[in-house]
C-alpha cells in the first residue's frame, strides 16, 4: 500500500511538469499508475544494475552501446540483463503466459 | 522488498521470442541479426504466437513510456526510495544493536542496579519499610535494597549501605529462612534482630548480629569482615547464635556463654545448641577502625529506642566481666551500646539487680570501674568512656565463664596469593592467606582469595579451600576486562577505547555492506570495454 502511494505521488508529481495539452486523461493516469505498480514490483525484484539498464534503455531510449558506456559493462551484459528484465516484465504485464 | 517475480519459463518458443525482444530493443540492430529474425519468425506458427504475446508486453510498455518521463522519474524515484530505506534500515539495525549492548553493560554495573532498586534512601536519609510478612526493614543512609518475597524464600538483596532488620516469624511456613544477600555473602538471620551491611566507602563488608544472632552461609557459624576479604571465625562444629545485645556488635567482643533464662532465645533458633566454650574475639586496631568506621550511620528505630531508655525494667545480671554485663544489660534494656574493647579489658562489674532505667542502670554496672556511659545522639545509644574522675582502680574478680584466650588475627597482602601467614596474637603461627589490604599493596583483584576457616578457640586453621584454576583465570582477567586498577582516569581511558573499538567494527561491517551493494549498482573502477 505504501510502495501504491509513492508511485502515485511521483508519477502525478512528474506529470504537473507537463505542459496541460500532454497531460493524460485520468483513465489512463489510472492504467499507467497500474501498470508502474505492476512493473515496480518486476523490477523490484531484480538486481539494482539490471533495473537502471532496463530504464536507461525503455524510458531513456538509450542504445544497448550507450547503456554500456554509461554503466561500465560490456554490451553482451546489457543484452543479458535485458533479456532478465524482459522476461520479469512479461511475467509482471502478463498474468496468463 | 517485493522478491523477484520468477522469470517465466512457459515454453521455449516464448523464450526465445524474448530473447529476439531483448536483441531488438538494443537500438542498433545489424541487418544480419533482422534477416536471422525474420527467418526465425517464419520457420513456425508456433514462434509467431509467441512474439505476438511478447508484443501485448511491449505494447503496454510503449503506453508507459508514452508519458515519457513520468513514467521514468516515477519508477526512478521509487528504486531510489527503495534503496534508500534498505541502508536506513541497515542503519537502524547497527543502532539497536550498539544500544542493546550498552544497555546490557549498563545494567550490570551497581549504579544502575542502585537506581533501580526497589528502595532506596539518599545520603543521610532513613527510611522504615514494613514486610509482607510483618518484619520490618530500616534502611540506613545511602541504601539499595531489592526484595524477593515469595512463598520459597524471604530474601533481602542489599546492593549498597547497611540495614536494620527486625524478622518476624512467619506464620505460613515456619523456619522459613530470612536471608540477606550481598554482594560478598548472604546472611541467614537465626534470631529475631540483625544489621548487615555493605560498606563501599572502606571496602568492608560484614554481617552485624543483633539480638539472637544471625549466621552467614557455610557450615560452621561465623563472623566474617575485613578489607576487601573473608574471614571465617569458626565456633566449633555447631552452630549457634551468639547471643548479642543490640550494642554489642558495636563492641569487639562476643559475649560469654551465658545461663537460658535471664534472655530466652528468639522464636525461630534451630542450631541452638549449648556449647561448653565460646571465643572471645578481640581485633586487631585495624579492624577495629574499620568497624568504628562503619558504625557512622549505626541504626535503630528512634522511638522505640526513645521508649526503652526512659523506661524502667527489672534487671537480673550476675556480675561478671565488663564486657558481658554491659552486653547483657543492653540486650535486656533494649538499647544500643558501644563498647571500646580496650577500656573494658580486665575489668570486672557487679552485675545488675532491680529496676533502673537504661541511664541509671549503666551507671550502677559501672560503679568502680572507672567508665561512664554518655548518651550518643548520632546512634541513639550509648557509649562506654573513661571517666572524667577515675579514681577508682578496678576491681579485680574472677572472670565468669570459660574465657579462651585472646585470638588476634591479623594478615599480610601478597602478590602471590599463595601463602602467608597469619599471626595468631600470643599463639604461634598459623597459615592462612587473604587478598591484601588495597591500601598496602595497592593491589586490585580482590576476588583472589583463598578461603581459611579459622578455629577461634585454638587460632589453628582448621580448613583452606584452594581456589580452582578457572577461577584463578577470570579474577586474574578480570582488571584487564574492566580497566579498574588505575583510578576513575583509567577508567574513561578504557572507556573510550573500547567505544572506539566499537566504531571501527561496526564502521567496518558498514564499509562492506554498503561495498557489496555498490557492486551491483556502480560501475567498477576500470570498466570492460564492450565487444561488437
Known amino acids: 500500500m505504501h510502495r501504491r502511494r509513492v508511485i502515485e505521488a511521483a508519477y502525478l508529481d512528474a506529470l504537473t511538469h507537463l505542459p496541460d495539452a500532454l497531460a493524460p486523461s485520468p483513465e ?31 524510458l531513456d531510449g538509450l542504445t544497448y552501446s550507450a547503456i554500456a558506456q554509461r554503466l ?13 528484465a524482459a522476461q520479469a516484465c512479461h511475467a509482471a504485464l502478463n498474468p496468463m503466459p | 522488498m517485493t522478491m523477484a517475480a520468477p522469470a517465466p519459463v512457459a515454453s521455449a518458443p516464448l523464450q526465445q521470442a524474448l530473447s529476439w525482444q531483448a536483441t531488438l530493443w538494443s537500438g542498433e540492430v545489424s541487418i544480419a541479426e533482422r534477416a536471422r529474425f525474420e527467418q526465425w519468425l517464419a520457420a513456425d506458427p508456433v514462434h509467431a504466437h509467441a512474439w505476438a504475446q511478447v508484443q501485448q508486453t511491449e505494447d503496454r510498455l510503449q503506453a508507459l513510456t508514452l ?33 542493546s549492548v550498552a544497555a546490557l553493560a549498563v545494567r550490570q554495573t551497581p549504579q544502575w542496579q542502585l537506581a533501580t532498586a526497589d528502595h532506596s534512601t539518599a545520603r543521610g536519609q532513613r527510611r522504615d ?66 544489621i548487615s551491611g555493605v560498606y563501599s566507602l ?19 557459624a561465623s563472623f566474617f569482615w575485613s578489607n576487601r576479604s573473608t574471614f571465617s571465625f569458626s565456633f566449633g562444629k555447631q552452630v549457634r547464635p551468639p547471643r548479642m545485645a543490640h550494642g554489642a556488635w558495636r563492641s569487639r567482643q562476643f559475649p560469654e556463654p551465658s545461663d537460658e533464662k535471664d534472655t530466652p532465645m528468639p522464636t525461630t533458633t534451630t542450631a541452638a545448641h549449648p556449647q561448653a566454650h565460646r571465643p572471645r574475639l578481640a581485633l586487631t586496631p585495624l579492624h577495629h577502625a574499620v568497624l568504628l568506621a562503619g558504625m557512622a550511620g549505626v541504626l535503630s528505630p528512634a522511638r522505640a529506642q526513645a521508649q526503652t531508655q526512659a523506661a524502667a525494667i527489672r534487671h537480673d545480671i550476675p556480675a561478671g ?57 548520632t546512634s541513639r545509644g550509648y557509649v562506654l568512656r573513661k571517666a572524667a574522675c ?34 595468631c596474637g600470643p ?106
Open chain 2, 129 to 194: 519499610i514494613a514486610l509482607p510478612d510483618g518484619s520490618r526493614l530500616t534502611l540506613g543512609s545511602a541504601t539499595a535494597v531489592n526484595l524477593r518475597y515469595g512463598a520459597a524464600e524471604r530474601l533481602v538483596l542489599l546492593h549498597a549501605g547497611e540495614v536494620f532488620i527486625t524478622t518476624a516469624a512467619d506464620a505460613q511456613a515456619p523456619g522459613h529462612a530470612f536471608l540477606v544477600q550481598t554482594t560478598e555473602g548472604r546472611v541467614q538471620a537465626i534470631g529475631t534482630q540483625f
Open chain 2, 321 to 377: 566481666t565488663l564486657d558481658q554485663v554491659p552486653t547483657r544489660f543492653a540486650t535486656h534494656a533494649g538499647i544500643l551500646l558501644s563498647i571500646d574493647g580496650a577500656l573494658t579489658a580486665g575489668k570486672t562489674s557487679p552485675g545488675l539487680q532491680g529496676s533502673y532505667s537504661a541511664q541509671g542502670g549503666l551507671k550502677a554496672l559501672l560503679v568502680g570501674s572507672g567508665l561512664e556511659a554518655v548518651a550518643d545522639s
Open chain 2, 202 to 220: 572502606d571496602d568492608t563488608d560484614h554481617a552485624l548480629v543483633g539480638d539472637g544472632g544471625a549466621a552467614l552461609t557455610g557450615a560452621a
Open chain 2, 67 to 99: 508519458t515519457g518521463t513520468a513514467a521514468a522519474s516515477a519508477l526512478r524515484a521509487t528504486s531510489a526510495a527503495s534503496r534508500g530505506s534498505r541502508r536506513a534500515v541497515l542503519g537502524m539495525a547497527g543502532l539497536l544493536g550498539a544500544a
Open chain 1, 28 to 58: 489512463v493516469r489510472a492504467q499507467a499508475i497500474e501498470a508502474l505498480l505492476l512493473l515496480d514490483q518486476a523490477l523490484g525484484g531484480l538486481p539494482a544494475r539490471v533495473r537502471e539498464t532496463f530504464l536507461l534503455s525503455q
Open chain 1, 72 to 84: 561500465g559493462i560490456s554490451v553482451a551484459a546489457v543484452r543479458k540483463y535485458m533479456l532478465r
Open chain 2, 390 to 423: 577515675s579514681s577508682t582502680p578496678p576491681a579485680s574478680a574472677p572472670a565468669e565463664g570459660a574465657t579462651l584466650p585472646q585470638v588476634t588475627v591479623a594478615a599480610q597482602a601478597t602478590r602471590t596469593h599463595e601463602e602467608t601467614g597469619v599471626r
Open chain 2, 427 to 532: 599463639q604461634p603461627q598459623a597459615k592462612g592467606t587473604m587478598a591484601g589490604h588495597s591500601q598496602s599493596t595497592g593491589h586490585h583483584n580482590p576476588g583472589l582469595v583463598t578461603p581459611v576457616l579459622v578455629d577461634a578457640a585454638t587460632g589453628t586453621v582448621t580448613d583452606e579451600r584452594p581456589m580452582p584454576w578457572y577461577m584463578k583465570a577470570l579474577f586474574l582477567s578480570q582488571p584487564l576486562h574492566f580497566g579498574d586498577y588505575g583510578g576513575l582516569s583509567l577508567k574513561i581511558i578504557w572507556a573510550l577505547l573500547t567505544l572506539i573499538t566499537i566504531v571501527v567494527l561496526g564502521s567496518g561491517i558498514f564499509l562492506w555492506l554498503s561495498k557489496s551493494s555498490n557492486a551491483r549498482t556502480r560501475a567498477p573502477a576500470f570498466p570492460t570495454v564492450g565487444r561488437r
